[in-house]
């Protein structure tokens, strides 16, 4: 059972939005940055958004991210078919002193 | 061109000892806090451990703490995972990155395989 609750999965046709949540409390998303990361099948995870809504350079400004108490939501617009992956939220824990991540979303672009 | 090339993985029998390398390139490594992430089979991320660009601070998710030990060496650019006491249930692909989870970790390598088996 992961500390940040994510959707399993979610669906969306190529050049609509979709939003990931992911759930936390106050002694993670509540009072630290969210990171996100897409992880392509068979490869490794790459940063997406940072620091409250950095993106690292050459992510497109179709990813987003917003922060609510202790949720925070990753959308994605103008989707396609090559944004078909697994997305993961992670943050810091001040009361495990230790990083968390969500379960991880499956995207699928139908 | 900044890079991180892990080594080390491997098959090991439960209870055996592993050490993982992940050589780093293409930026002043001391200059940054580094992380272990490990994705069992099938499974999602799991962040495992991190150290300060120093090495003087380290942290550890519970389940790792007492048997797998993070260093690093700043004139050989290289960050370590000391694992010890392994279990069936560390078996996964161990990435390293560049950076701390909750400011975001900006690079990554390609993974290795630990395999804890008899």
């Known amino acids: 059972q992961s500390v940040l609750t994510q959707p399993p999965s979610v669906s969306a046709a190529p050049g609509q939005k979709v939003t990931i949540s992911c759930s936390g409390s106050?002694?993670?998303?509540?009072?630290?940055?969210v990171s996100w990361y897409q992880q392509l099948p068979g490869t490794a995870p790459k940063l997406l958004i940072y620091?409250?809504?950095k993106r690292p350079s050459g992510i497109p400004d179709r990813f987003s991210d917003s922060k609510s108490g202790t949720s925070a939501t990753l959308g994605i617009t103008g989707l396609q078919t090559g944004d078909e992956a697994d997305y993961y939220c992670?943050?810091?824990?001040?009361?495990?002193?230790?990083?968390?991540f969500g379960g991880g979303t499956k995207l699928t672009v139908l | 061109e900044v890079q991180l090339l892990e080594s080390g993985g491997g098959l090991v029998q439960p209870g055996g000892s592993l050490r993982l390398s992940c050589a780093a390139s293409?930026?002043?490594?001391?200059?940054?806090?580094m992380s272990w992430v490990r994705q069992a089979p099938g499974k999602g991320l799991e962040w495992v451990s991190a150290?300060?660009?120093?090495?003087?601070?380290?942290y550890y998710t519970d389940s790792v703490k007492g048997r797998l030990t993070i260093f690093r060496d700043n004139s050989k650019n290289t960050l370590y995972l000391q694992m010890n006491s392994l279990r069936a249930e560390d078996t996964a692909v161990y990435y390293c990155?560049?950076?701390?989870?909750?400011?975001?970790?900006?690079?990554w390598g390609q993974g290795t395989t630990v395999t804890v088996s008899s």
């Open positions: 990155a560049k950076g701390l989870i909750t400011s975001g970790m900006d690079v």
């Open positions: 293409g930026f002043t490594f001391s200059s940054y806090a």
């Open positions: 150290i300060s660009g120093s090495g003087g601070s380290t």
């Open positions: 106050s002694s993670n998303i509540g009072n630290n940055y």
């Open positions: 620091d409250n809504n």
């Open positions: 992670g943050t810091w824990d001040s009361s495990l002193s230790a990083g968390v």
